[in-house]
């Protein structure tokens, strides 16, 4: 938990945001700003930087993230037609919150890039 971070405070309950999905090593939150019909990002609850940083997390913290996105897709309904996951490691990929998150976008066809 890093007071300075925003993604921590969330997962901490301060802002009161509705997590769509949760397990014990990550929350799934919708993106406030969606660039697509679905947009939510998975945020492992241990606060880690960037992509860079993942080996921070331990086995069962990599795991359970990465099954929260595939529960996601299926609770979004988008784990048969597809979906993008993403995340922006470092300021030129355009990363803006220092908490390692995956967006999981989809709901329709993704044809262009992820800005
Ligand atoms: P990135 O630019 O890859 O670091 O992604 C950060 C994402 O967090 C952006 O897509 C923002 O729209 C999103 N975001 C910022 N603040 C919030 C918030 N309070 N709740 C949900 N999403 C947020
Ligand atoms: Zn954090």
């Not at 997962?11 to 990550?26: M, R, S």
């Not at 988008?78 to 996951?85: A, L, N, S, T």
Request: hydrophobic letters at 45%; glycine letters at 12%; one cysteine or more.
């Amino acid at each position: 938990m890093s007071v300075d971070c925003l993604f921590c405070r969330i997962i901490a309950g301060e802002f009161g945001t509705e997590f769509v999905a949760e397990n014990d090593h990550a929350v799934a939150f919708r993106d406030i700003h969606p660039q697509a019909p679905v947009h939510v990002l998975v945020v492992p609850k241990q606060h880690v930087a960037a992509f860079r940083s993942r080996r921070e997390l331990d086995a069962d913290g990599m795991a359970g993230m990465f099954a929260l996105i595939d529960e996601v897709a299926k609770r979004e309904g988008i784990d048969q037609g597809g979906y993008r996951v993403v995340t922006n490691d470092g300021p030129d990929a355009g990363q803006t919150v220092f908490h390692l998150h995956w967006h999981v976008l989809g709901g329709t066809p993704l044809t262009g890039g992820f800005a």
